[in-house]
């Protein structure tokens, strides 16, 4: 079963779009909740293929856009809408994530499909650092999961002359190398990293984490270095890190992708973490 582009009303004025699999059956599924990373989207590369092999294997597997991604409803694919992808926030993401659960637990539709116990929160690059927050803040979250995610969301941001001049100008842009868009950061999503800095620290949330944790990172990733992943395994180490030999950071996906399986590399990021998942049953 497949639900497609599901409009979750968010706290911050746009639709969060959603997906939804699953194998229609008698069994109540583990819920597997899955976040994109920097100027990504549900629908990007081979993540539908990836959420066809997790209700294959008798999951219940949610995966959605950021409201402010920059997609809309429409068009949900890229990003026709630049404004708001310039307005985003790392507020806005935790606050979208958190909507989501709170959607998929309460659903009277799905509740003898759902094991509401059983909630598994999976986060690419970006979204690596947003669900573990995340999972610091709801105890209702078994298992975290990490694919070449963050350890340290400041140090993305520009500093000395840079950052002086952002916050003069009040927008920056970086220059998206597929779509050749001209894509807005407005000062806006600096000042709020600012104003919650406690909350964001991924380095503290680590280190209390009270639940299961798997990270999983390739040796050849150039966009998130692996040693970001070396650096929440030491703050936890009660972590399980496993490494993907020669696996970028894209995890052997493109977009568009088109062939009809997923990629080698993401086959076994999939696995390990469906085997993970199993092993804290």
């Not at 991604?69 to 630049?82: A, H, M, R, W, Y």
């Not at 606050?95 to 998929?104: A, E, G, H, K, Y």
């Amino acid at each position: 079963m497949v639900h497609k582009n599901i409009q979750i009303a968010g706290l911050h004025q746009k639709p969060i779009l959603t997906d939804i699999h699953y194998t229609k059956n008698n069994q109540k599924k583990g819920i597997v909740i899955f976040c994109h990373g920097y100027k990504g989207y549900k629908d990007w590369g081979a993540w539908n293929l990836m959420a066809t092999e997790f209700a294959k294997q008798n999951f219940f597997f949610v995966k959605f856009s950021f409201s402010h991604s920059g997609g809309t409803v429409k068009q949900p694919i890229d990003f026709p809408d630049l404004k708001a992808f310039g307005q985003n926030s790392y507020t806005k993401e935790l606050d979208d994530l958190q909507s989501v659960i709170d959607f998929i637990v309460n659903q009277e539709e799905f509740a003898d499909q759902l094991d509401t116990e059983n909630i598994t929160l999976i986060g690419h690059s970006r979204g690596g650092g947003v669900v573990t927050l995340k999972t610091g803040e709801d105890s209702r979250i078994k298992n975290v999961v990490s694919w070449a995610g963050l350890s340290d969301l400041e140090a993305r941001f520009p500093k000395g002359f840079k950052l002086w001049w952002w916050k003069i100008r009040g927008v920056g842009y970086v220059v998206n190398g597929r779509t050749k868009q001209k894509m807005p950061h407005y000062i806006s999503f600096y000042k709020d990293y600012v104003q919650n800095k406690e909350r964001f620290n991924i380095q503290k949330t680590a280190q209390n984490l009270n639940a299961n944790h798997l990270l999983i990172h390739g040796t050849n990733d150039e966009v998130v270095l692996p040693v970001e992943s070396e650096n929440v395994h030491k703050w936890n180490p009660k972590s399980t890190l496993v490494w993907i030999e020669k696996m970028n950071h894209s995890l052997g996906c493109s977009q568009p992708y088109t062939e009809k399986e997923m990629p080698e590399d993401l086959k076994k990021v999939v696995q390990k973490t469906i085997d993970f998942i199993h092993a804290q049953s």
